[in-house]
């Protein structure tokens, strides 16, 4: 080729049909191959400007404007299409992958201390009140702690009074309550006076009713110094039950039995419910039964390391789960370790 018109020619065809394909192209991948066949090494476009050296010299600089006004407008034909292509790209991708803000969101539960918990949590806030540290004793205790220390002899009827689960090894078994701490606080401690509250898990092997569970909380107290009466037990009790049941309850001592205290007491409160007139919780007495206590029995002092003509003590142990119990009106101990939330959410 080596005249203008011919080129003119051949401009006007590629111009018409690279617009027209760019215009057609689907994706980017198809404008990359569109502007390797017009404006790449071997592409239509350039085989022109090859076709330059043809001409002669007053045309060459026309028909070389002429081919790159076509290049010019074909490579912004491709970049605007590329845009256009790519930005669609993009907003399908927003589309599929998009989340919907508008949309109401499901609520986040919030979760709360399981009930257990907020009853022991108040009973330490009130001994720590009155001086009492917290200590943590074994959950898996010896026979002698549990039971002989305790001034429960071998083969004791007492020790009937709560069936034990043994362990493989002799004389190895789960604790039957948290007494066996008062020796562990004891021992620790002499012959400094102690005041402690041991609160932890029993077990005991019994037949699981409404009333009893085979795992159970007890909270253990103990006090233990030079001058220690049963008028101070008395007193730290009723304040305790104040605190915990309101200010106007009264607290009621009854001769009871227990082999590691002497006097044994239990300790009765006015009830929450009908403070006293008598209904149906407190099975009409007006009283309810919230722990048993005493004065430490010598036996257990000397066991402790005290000796029993110099100091003295008292001890208590209750449980609070029967406390929630009480508090909330819970008529099945089995609801509290029962984790249906239904039941827990309420507390
Ligand atoms: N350990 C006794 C029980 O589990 C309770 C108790 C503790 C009684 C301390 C007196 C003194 O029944």
Redesign the pocket.
């Known amino acids: 080729m080596n005249n203008l018109a011919e080129l003119e020619m051949s401009i006007g065809v590629i111009a018409a049909e690279g617009r027209a394909a760019i215009e057609k192209a689907g994706s980017p991948d198809e404008c990359e191959q569109l502007r390797v066949a017009l404006l790449g090494r071997k592409g239509r476009v350039t085989t022109l400007f090859a076709e330059m050296r043809n001409f002669s010299d007053g045309d060459r600089p026309k028909a070389g404007l002429l081919l790159n006004q076509l290049r010019g407008q074909l490579e912004s034909q491709l970049e605007a299409k590329g845009t256009e292509l790519s930005s669609a790209r993009l907003q399908d991708q927003l589309i599929a992958e998009g989340i919907d803000v508008t949309l109401p969101g499901r609520p986040a539960h919030l979760g709360h201390l399981h009930i257990i918990t907020q009853t022991l949590r108040e009973i330490y806030a009130i001994f720590q009140q009155m001086g009492y540290q917290i200590v943590q004793t074994p959950e898996v205790e010896t026979d002698e702690m549990n039971f002989q220390l305790l001034n429960f002899p071998p083969d004791h009827p007492a020790r009937e009074m709560q069936s034990t689960f043994l362990t493989k090894q002799e004389g190895v078994i789960l604790r039957t309550?948290?007494?066996p701490g008062q020796i562990r606080v004891m021992r620790e401690n002499c012959p400094e006076p102690v005041r402690a509250i041991l609160p932890g898990k029993c077990y005991r092997y019994e037949q699981i009713t409404p009333r009893s569970e085979i795992q159970f909380e007890?909270v253990?107290g103990i006090a233990v110094g030079e001058q220690i009466t049963m008028a101070d037990l008395k007193g730290v009790l009723t304040e305790f039950a104040r605190q915990m049941f309101g200010d106007a309850t009264k607290i009621k001592l009854r001769g009871s039995y227990?082999p590691?205290?002497e006097p044994?007491i239990e300790v009765d409160v006015t009830c929450i419910l009908c403070k006293g007139k008598g209904c149906r919780i407190c099975k009409g007495s007006g009283w309810l039964e919230i722990l048993?206590?005493?004065m430490v029995h010598p036996v257990v002092l000397k066991n402790g390391g005290y000796d029993p003509e110099k100091y003295s003590g008292f001890?208590?142990?209750m449980g609070p789960a029967r406390i929630a119990m009480l508090k909330y009106q819970i008529e099945d101990i089995r609801l509290l370790l029962g984790n249906d939330l239904r039941f827990l959410k309420q507390f």
């Open positions: 309550h948290t007494s007890q253990e227990f590691f205290t044994s048993g206590s005493g001890a208590f142990g």
